[in-house]
Structure formats: structure tokens, C-alpha cells
């Protein structure tokens, strides 16, 4: 049994959009990306986090008075408590939360062996039907590249079909790890410009491109490609041509678009930061249907959001 720890953040039964059948999704904290628009902010750090709902918070300060580090004010006025993140030591034994009778405090991030996360996979298995599998997600499952590689090798064998998301970013080396094990990979291309792409998540393009060529050529997974259309971004002509001339150049050519939505907001306030695309207005169905049109008239095949042939 591999005792091999990896910290992750949720575990989704019964998603039918993210690979073939019914799956579980499970999601892995860390991300060397920093996108404005991301939905899984919980996902973006590589530790533990406290998550305070401030509307289930009734003030009486339990919290405060549990931590050992001073690390919770009480707000002015009896008013929410004050988290001092920096202070906050992630302490093991989490005083604060168990404090809580109120479930208004909540940790993102739990440890997990590649075993006892297997053991509900195989668990969940028995819901699948025919067809189902597992697909990892994140954050970036990359990013926890040795537990990722060792919970796939696990499920291939044990007959479990492998789908992962990823940004594209890490060393090629890490994929050429996990590659034998995967059988679908959702690879995010967010802009084709190297200047606007770290504009936008804060890293070149450069080695996504890269990865995403190699894995076309030595990679035996099926290879979709995944974009969320942010007008004003990336739903331009340009980068609507160059992102279709990229798939033929490197003979990969499936890509499903989809909308930006704002489902994750709340959790940007849980985490106490800053949600920058709150105000930005995702592409409208039209725009969605005419990009859809663009790539399909280019002899690439093409879904919006979950209307997946998967
Ligand atoms: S213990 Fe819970 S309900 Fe009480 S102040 Fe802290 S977060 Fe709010
Ligand atoms: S996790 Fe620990 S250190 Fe951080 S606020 Fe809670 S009790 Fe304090």
C-alpha cells in the first residue's frame, strides 16, 4: 500500500461533463497559474485554507478565543470576525473550526494516502454504470505530480478509466510520468499570445504550447481542448484563428468552449479575496454559437459548455 500523501480540496460523485459516463471528479489543491476568473480559488494555493461564511456567523467569538495565535479578531462593533491570514499558523489540530457550532468556519484542503483515496474510488465505482472512470481536477493536478502519477497508475490498474484538466503547465517530464496511465486529457488553452496569456494568468504560453505539442505527438491519450471564452480577452478573430490554426499544426482537433460564470464568487469572499472579474460579463449564447461556428467551418470539432457528445 503506497502511504503517499496528497492534499485535496473536493471530492464530486455523478458529474456526467467532464469525460465519458458517470465519474468522480476529484480536485487537487496548487496552481502555478493565477487566472482572474477562476472558479476554484480554493484550489490555487498549495495548503490548507480557512474558508468563514460570514452569513452563518453569529458572533459569538468561539473562534477567537480558541486559537492559540491570535490569529481571529472579533469585529468592531460585534460585527464578523477578522481572520489575520497571516498569523494563522494552519494549525494540525484546527481549534478554530471545531470552536464553530455554527459551520460558519471550514478548512479547504485535506490530506489524503493514495490508498484511502482509492478506497473511495472504488467505492463510488459501483455508481458508475458502464463507462464512468474518474477525472482529476484542481487547481492543477499537476502541480501534486507524484501523487497524481501514483493515484493514476493505481486506477489503470484496477481497469479505472483516467481523465485529468490541465493547465499545460509543468515540466515535461512530469507528464511523460503520468501520460501512459491517462486515457483523456482536458488541456486548457486560455490565449495564443505569449504577452496576453501572462497577462492573464500570470505565465507565458511558452511551455503549454510546448507540452501540448509533445503530448500530440508521443501521448497515446485523447486530447481535448478546453477554452473559456472571456470576451475582450480571448474572443477575438486573432486568437480565434491562431488557437485553430495551432490544433491543425499539431493535427488535434477538439476543443470545447466554454462560458465564463461567477459560481465561484462566494468562495473569493470565504477566502477574503479579492474576486476581480465579478463585474465581467461572460460571452452571451450567440457569440458562444458563432465561435462554436468558426472552429466547426475550420474542420474542428467543437461543444459549448456541457453539450458534449461525453
Ligand atoms: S465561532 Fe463561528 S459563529 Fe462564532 S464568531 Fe466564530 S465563526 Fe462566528
Ligand atoms: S487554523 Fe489554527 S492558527 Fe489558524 S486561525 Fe484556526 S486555530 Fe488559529
Known amino acids: 500500500m503506497s502511504e503517499k500523501r496528497g492534499l485535496i480540496f473536493d471530492i464530486q460523485g455523478f458529474s456526467v461533463h467532464d469525460g465519458p459516463g458517470c465519474r468522480t471528479l476529484v480536485f487537487l489543491k496548487g496552481c502555478p497559474l493565477r487566472c482572474g476568473w477562476c472558479s476554484n480559488p480554493e484550489g490555487i494555493d498549495p495548503f490548507r485554507e480557512l474558508m468563514y461564511s460570514q452569513s452563518q456567523c453569529i458572533g459569538d467569538y468561539a473562534c477567537r478565543d480558541a486559537c492559540k495565535s491570535q490569529a481571529i479578531q472579533a469585529g468592531q462593533e460585534g460585527g464578523p470576525i477578522v481572520i489575520e491570514r497571516e498569523q ?13 457550532d455554527h459551520n460558519a468556519l471550514r478548512v479547504a484542503g485535506h490530506y489524503t494516502t493514495v490508498a484511502e483515496l482509492m478506497n473511495k474510488i472504488q467505492r463510488d465505482r459501483a455508481y458508475w454504470g458502464t463507462g464512468g472512470g474518474i477525472t482529476l481536477s484542481g487547481g492543477e493536478p499537476m502541480f501534486q505530480h507524484e501523487f497524481t502519477g501514483a493515484v493514476l497508475r493505481r486506477c489503470y490498474e484496477s481497469y479505472i478509466h483516467t481523465a485529468m484538466e490541465t493547465s ?11 501520460l501512459p496511465d491517462l486515457d483523456w486529457l482536458f488541456f486548457d488553452l486560455k490565449h495564443m499570445d505569449p ?14 504550447l510546448d507540452n501540448a505539442r509533445k503530448i500530440a505527438s508521443e ?30 499544426s499539431i493535427d488535434k482537433k477538439e476543443i470545447n468552449i466554454l462560458s465564463l460564470h461567477h459560481l465561484g464568487s462566494s468562495k473569493y ?3 477574503g479575496r479579492e474576486y476581480p472579474f465579478r463585474d465581467r460579463k461572460g460571452a452571451s449564447s450567440e457569440r458562444m454559437e458563432e465561435a462554436r461556428a468558426f472552429f466547426v467551418n475550420r ?12
Open 219 to 248: 501521448g497515446e491519450c485523447r486530447l481535448i481542448f478546453r477554452m473559456v471564452m472571456i470576451p475582450g480577452f480571448n474572443d477575438s478573430l486573432e486568437n480565434l484563428t491562431a488557437t485553430a490554426e495551432f490544433m491543425h
Open 269 to 271: 469572499d470565504m477566502l
Open 299 to 310: 474542420s474542428i470539432e467543437c461543444w459549448v459548455g456541457s453539450n458534449t457528445p461525453f
Open 168 to 178: 499545460g503547465y509543468a515540466p515535461w517530464k512530469h507528464y511523460q510520468e503520468v
Open 88 to 100: 494563522c499558523q494552519r494549525c494540525s489540530d484546527l481549534e478554530c473550526v471545531d470552536a464553530c
Open 195 to 208: 504577452d496576453m496569456h501572462k497577462g492573464g494568468t500570470g505565465v507565458s504560453n511558452e511551455l503549454i
